[in-house]
């Protein structure tokens, strides 16, 4: 995987800043919405995080609804705030393969994911009161799986809900793995695992409740235990694998989930379609993130990072080999 350049001309989109933006479909939730959703959230601290903002000439720049998901994600933090900002831009500047590309309607490799995994939210809240993602493969053949493709649609994902619902109090993912195979896994890699386990542990800014892993075949245990030496002991312990829905529904309402898993919220594919509209309906949003919201290394304080400062040497994770 190649570093950006110094004018981050590894996305298609950032070689002209010339993208006529409709700004009606950009606007998100406010920061008055989010100051009456979080009475811990303190205008001091956004202005005092903007402040630092502005002394850091490689960032671009960055929207105050922005700046209090960061604080909230740090539980008003500063510091650990700070350097969620700094991962989150560097992060997304130095993987061009998960987003660079997010063209929902142009890109031929996201759109030929759409049609192998759905990803989407579930209606309703848990009894703890976190939003709830549910994901599954919708092909069992692994030829049409790419990991790193699904990857991006799955930040993809989270990107929108955060756009459009703002702060939360956690999140929630559920995994139907009865489609994932070893074929599967013969398709992954451990460089696009660490990569994407970087970037949910030091980046995203969410509160990463739980996740449940429902109809596991052995391949997915596999795949856990490849990404373990890259997790936190706190996301390790936060995984859980259930062989029914009784042992699920102690954690989350079983009614929120698709027809084809036991609960009520209607199918899969429909379910896939209202988020891919969502995808399309928020394409210029992910034009314009591409264009604007990355670092510039030319400006950035000491020594450039590259991809390798941040991930290691790539050479080191090429392929796996399945016997």
């Known amino acids: 995987m190649a570093a950006f350049s110094k004018d981050n001309s590894s996305c298609k989109y950032n070689r002209t800043c010339k993208i006529r933006i ?18 811990q959230l303190k205008l001091s601290d956004v202005q005092s995080l903007r402040e630092w903002c502005e002394k850091q000439p490689h960032l671009p720049k960055i929207e105050d609804s922005f700046l209090a998901l960061f604080l909230h994600s740090n539980y008003y933090q500063m510091e650990p705030t700070k350097n969620t900002i700094e991962n989150y831009y560097t992060t997304r500047t130095h993987l061009p393969d998960i987003f660079c590309n997010r063209d929902s309607l142009q890109e031929k490799g996201l759109q030929q994911n759409f049609k192998t995994l759905a990803i989407f939210p579930l209606n309703g809240l848990t009894k ?21 493709n699904s990857s991006k649609h799955t930040l993809m994902l989270i990107d929108v809900h955060l756009l459009l619902d703002g702060t939360n109090n956690g999140y929630v993912f559920i995994i139907d ?22 970037y949910i542990q030091e980046a995203a800014p969410i509160r990463l409740k739980e996740t449940h892993i ?13 990404g373990k030496p890259f997790m936190k002991s706190e996301l390790i312990d936060t995984i859980h694998f259930h062989s029914s829905l009784e042992s699920l529904s102690k954690y989350i309402p079983v009614d929120a989930l698709p027809n084809e898993t036991g609960g009520k919220a209607g199918s899969v594919h429909k379910l896939a379609e209202i988020q891919e509209k969502k995808f399309k309906d928020h394409r210029e949003w992910f034009l314009l993130d ?11 304080i000491g020594k450039s990072k ?14 796996l080999d399945i016997d």
């Not at 606007?27 to 009475?39: A, F, Q, S, V």
């Not at 703890?128 to 790193?148: C, R």
Request: no cysteine.
């Open 22 to 39: 409709s700004m009606s479909v950009l606007k998100g939730i406010t920061l008055e919405e989010e100051m009456k959703k979080n009475p």
């Open 306 to 319: 590259t991809v390798n400062d941040l991930f290691g040497i790539e050479g080191n994770f090429k392929k």
């Open 128 to 148: 703890d009161g976190y939003k709830m993602l549910f994901a599954t493969l919708l092909e069992s053949d692994p030829s049409s799986y790419n990991q790193n």
């Open 214 to 226: 429902i109809n596991a075949a052995p391949a997915a245990e596999l795949l856990l235990n490849m």
């Open 290 to 300: 591409e264009s604007t919201r990355r670092v510039n290394e030319a400006l950035r």
């Open 177 to 198: 793995a009865s489609k994932f195979s070893f074929g599967h896994i013969a398709r992954s890699n451990l460089l696009g695992i660490k990569n994407h386990l970087y």
